[in-house]
Each structure stands twice: as C-alpha cells, then as structure tokens.
C-alpha cells in the first residue's frame, strides 16, 4: 500500500477519533434492510435535529475509538454500520432512531456511547424514552407552580367564605 494511501486512512481514522471525542451521544445501527428512500427519510430526520448521520469502514472505526478508550464498543462494528453523532443533544439521535426503529423493523440499535461511556442497545433505548430537555423543563415548571397554584385556590376559598359570612 503507497504511502499516501495510508496518509489517507489515518486522516479518516482521525476525523472519525474527533468525532467521538466531540459527541455528546453516539449512536451505532445496522441498517441493513432499509430502502434508499427510508435511509433518506432518517438522515433528514437526523439532520434537523442537528445529528450527523455516516457510514465509515469498521476497522477504521475500531481505531478511532481505540484513540477514546471506547474499545467496549468495536464488538458491534460487524457488517454495515451507520453512526449517528450529536455534538449537543443527548437524546435527539437515540430518540429519532428508535422512534423510526419502531415503524422500520430493518434498523437495529446496536449500541452507543453516551457522554463517553460505552452503552448497550438497551441503554440507548431506555435513553430514547426520556423526555426531551423542553419536557423536562415543562415537567420542572409544573412541579414548581403546584405550590403557588395551590396557595393561590386555598387564599381564594377563604376569601369567599369570609364573603358569605359577611354577607
């Protein structure tokens, strides 16, 4: 192999080493079974949630994650793959894929990697299933205004009872 060949497989093994060390989730399928307009369908879905959807040789994969200490992970790096990487949302990828996993039997959850730790299928889609961080901030706000909504009911009640014994 000429030596600018394998100039080029470390710049790819490269890119791909930032790429994981960059993520914030990572989310690895096999994608095999998918027709080009499903594929299309995902990466679009993946794009407008700002997640970068490739496909990249597994060996040169299993370098790149060896450079993170992410090892755990090459054992799903068998047949086509595809890797999903959010620099920003945890969940956005795990969500939109196994959202379209439940109506695409063909796309399968192999693992990922989630703020740098190495997670099973299971894992991912367990992470799926959390609300998103408008959700949970919803969920937080509903939480906090329970109190004041409460206070605000129980002074109105007595009002009105004061009111009737006036009257």
């Given amino acids: 192999m000429s030596t600018k060949a394998i100039e080029r497989k470390q710049d790819v093994v490269q890119v791909i080493a930032d790429k994981f060390g960059a993520a914030a989730s990572v989310v690895v399928v096999d994608y095999r079974g998918l027709n080009v307009a499903q594929l299309t369908e ?7 949630a700002g997640v970068e959807f490739k496909v990249y040789k597994n060996t040169m994969t299993r370098r790149a994650t060896e450079m993170h200490g992410l090892e755990a992970i090459n054992e799903h790096f068998t047949g086509p793959n595809a890797i999903a990487f959010s620099n920003e949302d ?4 795990a969500r ?3 959202n379209f996993a439940k109506t695409n039997e063909a796309l399968e959850i192999k693992a990922g990697v ?17 609300p998103s961080r408008e959700g949970l901030l919803s969920m937080l706000l509903s939480v906090l205004q329970a109190p ?3 206070f605000a009911a129980t002074t109105k009640a007595v009002a009105d009872s004061k009111e009737e014994q006036g009257a």
């Avoid at 989630?114 to 959390?130: H, Q, Y």
């Fill in 96 to 98: 939109i894929i196994n």
């Fill in 90 to 93: 945890v969940i956005a990828p």
């Fill in 42 to 48: 995902l990466r679009k879905q993946l794009r407008e």
């Fill in 148 to 150: 004041i909504r409460n």
């Fill in 114 to 130: 989630i703020e740098g730790k190495v997670a099973s299928s299971d894992e991912v889609k367990a992470l799926a299933e959390l």
